[in-house]
């Protein structure tokens, strides 16, 4: 029996738009754009029609294409570049909501689109190229409303070369391409939120599990070799100088047995104070293993106790 493979349908999940899916956004709308330019054109000068089998010019999405489905008509293929996210700022950070920690972050992700002009003639896929980098500078507007931040602007045109990766089935020799470059940018805009968000927690997870060494307190150290301490100093809780009956004396920081010992502050012996390390995970020291008795640890030993 064939196990079933599992099927995806980004459909109802991902709908159609830069939001969701901007690299197949990209795609759409240089096809879209140059299909409809060859639309326009009349019969006789390369008219583009959704039937390819009366349509003068083949333009595919597809970056491999069979020479029989082209036969003796010019071809248009997409090749996308490499995509970088352009930093805006400091962590490229656009807003920050302190009653929530939403974060949303903006960046520019520039790339560049290669329009390749193929036909069987090379003064023919240069004649189409020509035309469709003309049209792509003189109408850009219709881009940028469609969603772009800046396209259009320093298109170029390659020479022409041998389409041997275009075409199939080894007839790329007898096809010229020439091959049209356009820059573009658009803006991407993300956002987060730690409170209540399963990804966050997973990847806080994952790190405490795989890098305890990660979960450190506090900053980094300027310099020197001292570990750095913080202090914290704590009122005197009630009763503090009585004794029991058997003439000891309670000490509040001492009932729970994950509390540090007090110790003298270091510039005023005159007070009493808790002191604890900052950065306990830091290489080299040991981290801090809690008792299992059972008890939960306070973090800060300012909150004490209650005592009768």
């Known amino acids: 029996m064939a196990a079933k493979l599992p099927e995806t349908a980004p459909s109802p999940a991902f709908p159609g738009s830069f939001k969701y899916t901007p690299v197949e956004q990209l795609r759409s709308l240089f096809v879209g754009f140059t299909q409809g330019l060859f639309d326009a054109a009349p019969a006789g000068c390369y008219h583009w029609d959704i039937d390819e089998a009366i349509s003068e010019i083949i333009i595919r ?3 491999t294409v069979k020479e029989d489905v082209v036969a003796k008509r010019p071809l248009i293929t997409f090749t996308r570049g490499p995509l970088q996210f352009y930093s805006l700022g400091l962590d490229d950070m656009m807003n920050y909501e302190f009653n929530t920690g939403k974060k949303t972050k903006s960046v520019l992700v520039p790339g560049t689109m290669t329009l390749n002009c193929c036909s069987r003639v090379a003064i023919e896929a240069e004649n189409v190229a020509w ?23 320093q298109p170029q045109m390659g020479s022409p070369s041998p389409a041997g990766s275009i075409i199939a089935d080894g007839k790329g020799d007898e096809f010229t391409c020439v091959p049209v470059s356009l820059p573009f940018q658009f803006v991407r805009t993300s956002a987060f939120t730690p409170l209540g968000q399963h990804i966050v927690q997973n990847i806080e997870n994952t790190l405490a599990t795989r890098f305890p060494g990660v979960r450190q307190q506090g900053p980094p150290p300027v310099g020197g070799h001292e570990v750095p301490l913080s202090i914290y100093a704590c009122p005197p809780g009630p009763y503090y100088g009585a004794t029991d009956a058997h003439g000891r004396t309670p ?13 003298t502050h270091p510039l005023n012996p005159a007070r009493t104070v808790h002191v604890r390390t900052v950065r306990p995970y830091r290489q080299g020291m040991r981290p801090y293993i809690a008792r299992r008795s059972g008890q939960v640890p306070i973090p800060l030993p300012c909150v004490e106790e209650s005592q009768t």
Do not use: C, I, S, T
């Open 61 to 63: 999405d597809e970056a």
């Open 131 to 153: 035309v469709v980098m003309e049209h792509l500078w003189l109408l850009r507007d219709l881009l940028l409303r469609a969603g772009l931040f800046e396209v259009g602007r």
């Open 251 to 263: 000490d509040p920081g001492r009932q729970n047995d994950y509390f540090l010992p007090k110790q």
